[in-house]
């Protein structure tokens, strides 16, 4: 059974190595498309993204698990417990997959560049956890990592301003909270997307991945990166 657990309730870790990953579990909870016309609700291209990792990572011989929202976010919001539990669409196949230090999550997410939280940056925004100061070294590891590889994702690190307070806490990130909590290594991503047609926004087709990238670049951009890391291994 899916159960949220306090966040520490895993002896906490003082050091993760990417080369101990022997599974990635990658989701995308506001990737459902609606019937609507109109739908600011949903992160386009995030399943488009999700599955371009999945296939990517699946070639390069690394062990994946790949779980999209089915359900639109006027269900539930599946970034939050309450939503979760609501939708009963994510929980039902992640219940039946337990994360372990030997995971790593990828969390899929877009957001529109034009308007993004303050603090965040214009290309990929790597969200973590309060306080979680394993988290916050690896996923500097790969942000450097991905600077490197992709340099067109500028990636910038953004860390929650607090710890989520209880399953009706709208500041919570549900899916790497719960990854994290079973001692998974867990980071999640916030790609630009652009609007270009305003009067259908309900579709892929009315918005573009931002730096001039598509779909497949940017999931061979983030798999070069975890190849650096020593996360995947090309002909393994």
Known sequence: MFVRKPLR????????????????????PHAAPSSQKNDHLRDPH??????????????????????????????????????????RDMILPLSQWKPSPSTLHMDVHTYTRTRPPPGWGPGLNIILLHDDAVQ?????????????????LSPKIIVMPRRTENIQDDNANAMIEWSRANGAMSFLFEFPVDMINP???????????????????????????????GVTRRYQ
């Open 9 to 28: 309730s895993k002896a906490p870790r003082t050091q993760w190595d990417a080369s101990d990953v022997d599974t990635v579990l990658i989701t995308a």
């Open 46 to 87: 995030s399943g488009e993204i999700a599955h371009q990792l999945e296939e990517m990572l699946n070639a390069r011989g690394t062990s994946c698990q790949l779980c999209v929202a089915k359900k639109h976010r006027s269900c539930g919001d599946q970034n939050r417990f309450h939503g979760l539990m609501a939708a």
């Open 136 to 152: 916050k070294r690896a996923a500097q590891c790969f942000a450097d990592a991905l600077e490197r590889r992709c340099p067109k």
């Open 199 to 229: 009067h259908h926004t309900a579709s892929d087709e009315s918005w573009a991945l931002s730096a001039g990238m598509d779909a497949s670049q940017i999931a061979q951009g983030v798999c070069d990166a975890l190849e650096d890391m």
